[in-house]
DNA sequence: CGGTATCCCGGGTGATACTG
DNA sequence: CAGTATCACCCGGGATACCG
């Protein structure tokens, strides 16, 4: 099952390492958040909206170690901790951009084609 | 909790109902596989190492009811149904192209990121 | 071939409490 | 402030069987 590389599909494609490690929607957020400016963690955890401290932390730890974002924590009291942008996050940060940019430009495409998706399938459902 | 709309962040923007929707990498595989050429169910099965009839079914519903791709049925004996992408699905797919290049060329970046970061929290296991 | 339907399990997630 | 620890839950996802 992990044996394969016979294509860009394979288990062992970079591309599936980065979509393992990066794909989804919190990561993607932390991403975009850190990469306008440095935050602190309970900054961060304001301004993404729904996220857990805990699933944050994950998040943050799991950035951190892919080399895309810096903590750095300052011996005051109480500690603050810091988290910034790599030059490697922001390479990505800045395609994240493009996919915002892209969406803003597209949610209306998107909501449309889904209330005719939603609507054709209710209609399916009264003939049951 | 749904009722904010004071920020990029917030539930209601439009990034977070893309990514709500696309951002897992099932979805990605899927649109990057349908946007070279059309295929039919099992030959993304196939194609798309490790993933289940199950989750491809409902990843593919999901980028359907989105207008990202088009499903067509063939009326022949057994049914051939055949999975395409949309304009709007190839404009996305473009992006996750970029991506691909990216994940390629900063691979060995991560890789040597996550080996170093890994080395020195076993370090501090060591001291507990 | 291209799916649904059903069962079932593991771990991801949230809530809560505690610590340096 | 910035986390860790613990627990309980629930549902995403695999396995299997069956349908048009």
Redesign the interface.
Known sequence: ?TR?SR?????TC????????I???WS??AL??IDSAPRRFNALKR????ISQKVLTQTLRRL?????ISRSVAPTVPVSVTYAITP?GH??AV?ME???T???A??D??????S???HSRSEAQSLK
């Open positions: 099952m394969d294509g860009p599909f394979a288990a970079p591309t599936r390492h980065l979509l393992d490690q794909a989804d929607k993607m957020l975009i958040a301004e993404i909206e729904g951190e170690r892919n080399g895309l490697l390479s990505l395609m493009t996919m915002r892209w969406s803003i597209n949610i495409s998107i909501l449309a084609a889904q005719c998706y939603d």
